[in-house]
């Protein structure tokens, strides 16, 4: 079955640092790839996706993703976080053609942010 | 452009109660889709819509939990009589036409917050 794999429940770094949020993913082939995040009291937002071609997506606020087949994995990056940054990212895959278009969710990884 | 809206954003309930939650696709939108996240776990999916059809229903935990979708327009989602594991955030999804998955983005609403006492 598909499933998406974020090992990290909670990760905290301070402002101005790097950051990278793990994603492994398990499927046939490749899946759509997207990255959503949830600030408090808002709802999903999209940050990027990835169908096909360059396997290094850029998204919005700053963030960057990066495909790599070999690893079955979509790992979402930030090279300086703002406190702005803290809250829940969810990496999703939809299977798309036989494998259907429902979103499926990786458990999330909540981000905290100190100064 | 509107995005996708959901109504309620909050609802308090006593366990056997009933309560419908309600999603406003996107203008234009065959495809409406329904997820839930209970209790911090992940996100999971409930079923999928196309215009008024159920396409998938795989997700739908029992028959307390029934979705229409009446002219293809909004979608409502029941809960009759509602648990109190059926707390949680009740989110919606649309997207446009299946031709092709660049078209199929979902986007989602803000979510409706069931607490169920």
Known sequence: AQSVTQPDIHITVSE??????????????????????????????????????????????????????????????????????????????????????????????????KA | EAGVTQFPSHSVIEKGQTVTLRCDPISGHDNLYWYRRVMGKEIKFLLHFVKESKQDESGMPNNRFLAERTGGTYSTLKVQPAELEDSGVYFCASSQRRYGLANNEQFFGPGTRLTVL
């Open chain 1, 16 to 113: 101005g640092a790097s950051l990278e949020l793990r994603c492994n993913y398990s499927y046939g082939a490749t899946p759509y790839l997207f990255w959503y995040v949830q600030s408090p009291g808002q709802g999903l937002q999209l940050l990027l996706k990835y169908f096909s071609g360059d396997t290094l997506v850029q998204g919005i606020k700053g963030f960057e993703a990066e495909f790599k087949r070999s690893q079955s994995s979509f790992n979402l990056r930030k090279p300086s976080v703002h406190w702005s940054d803290a809250a829940e990212y969810f990496c999703a895959v939809v299977p798309g053609d036989t494998g259907g278009f429902k979103t499926i969710f990786g458990a999330g990884t909540r981000l905290f942010v």
